[in-house]
């Protein structure tokens, strides 16, 4: 073979490597993409094709939206009483009424989101750090930390949740972190079974087999295996967590045991109306009530959608 031939055959290999490489770095950028286009996809047929998630996840945005805005769109200071326009109906001036100190209702109840939903994020966060890392560490490794968690699990539920929640409160003192501390309590068996018991079905999975022959170590599988597998029902759970969260936040509110006043807080503006309600004066309590409904039903609606949009299974 000449010198021509050769430098034809090298310059080929050249671009056939060349070519293989391009070849496998656009197969790369699809597959990267590919599980989020999905997803996208999943969410877009579900909220066109089930009117009731779409109306949750619009729900959800209203909510978002006055949680982030809330204070800035108000008419009115949440905090400013007038005893001039104390027990107003509701109106063109005052949409849901005034209070009995004369504060517009409408921008107690719009300024009052913020603080319920922090209050159910953050301890939804809060437990799933706690429940549900503990919970799917149980499931996998076994031994003695399934029997901590599984023990622990089983002696807070031995007590009637609410009232766990109202002594935590009591004894830590009521304010918006002792909440959150006691909501996170209340529901960590709930996030710890759950997690342990997907954890369990896949520690001897093909994937996790496959991961260990590779050489990853026990706790590497733990969070880039088991974890993304589990976290669909997880996700699932956490928005039907929030609801209960906002309702225990309201409970303890209403009872007294939880946010002081005069902070907006829709537990708390239920709990003053409720004295004015015989008297006729309904509207100081219907309308923080009937925000705090559609906060619950929101979530439970979102948990049902979030189902069909992260659960493979039902990708069509």
């Known amino acids: 073979m000449n010198s021509h031939s050769r430098i034809t055959a090298v310059s080929s290999v050249a671009r056939a490597s060349k070519a293989a490489a391009a070849g496998k770095a656009a197969a790369a950028g699809p597959a990267q993409t590919s599980g989020l286009r999905a997803i996208l996809r999943q969410t ?22 006055a949680a982030i805005f809330g204070p800035w769109i108000v008419p009115y200071d949440p905090l400013a009483s007038n005893t001039a326009n104390a027990l107003k109906p509701p109106s063109w001036q005052f949409w849901f009424g005034t209070d009995q100190l004369g504060r517009d209702i409408f921008s107690r109840v719009v300024v009052a989101t913020r603080l319920d939903m922090t209050i159910a994020v953050t301890s939804v966060a809060l437990v799933f750090a706690l429940g549900g890392i503990s919970g799917i560490a149980a499931g996998y490794f076994g031994g003695w930390i399934d029997i901590v968690v599984s023990r622990l699990a089983d002696m807070i539920m031995a ?56 050489g990853n170590s026990e706790w590497r ?34 009872i007294g045991l939880g946010v002081r006043p005069p902070t907006p807080e829709w537990g708390i503006m239920v709990a003053d109306g409720a004295g004015y309600i015989v008297s006729g004066e309904w ?4 309308f923080p009530g ?22 493979p299974q039902r990708r069509t």
């Open 44 to 65: 877009k047929y579900v909220i066109s094709e089930n009117p009731i998630t779409g109306f949750a996840f619009a729900l959800f945005l209203l909510f978002a939206t």
């Open 159 to 214: 007590f009637p949740l609410f009232v766990l929640a109202m002594g935590i409160v009591a004894a830590l003192g009521n304010t918006v972190t002792n909440i959150v501390i006691a909501t996170a309590i209340i529901n960590y068996p709930l996030y710890a079974r759950i997690a342990r018991a997907e954890s369990n079905v896949r520690r001897e999975a093909g994937f996790v087999m496959a991961a260990r022959l590779s």
């Open 221 to 254: 599988i733990l969070f880039t295996q088991i974890l993304p597998n589990v976290m669909p029902i997880m996700v699932v759970q956490m928005s039907l967590t929030m609801g209960y969260a906002v309702l225990n936040a309201a409970g303890l509110s209403f």
């Open 283 to 286: 509207w100081i309590a219907l």
């Open 290 to 311: 009937l925000a705090l409904m559609l906060a619950v039903f929101c979530f439970n609606l979102l948990g049902d959608g979030l189902r069909d949009i992260v659960d």
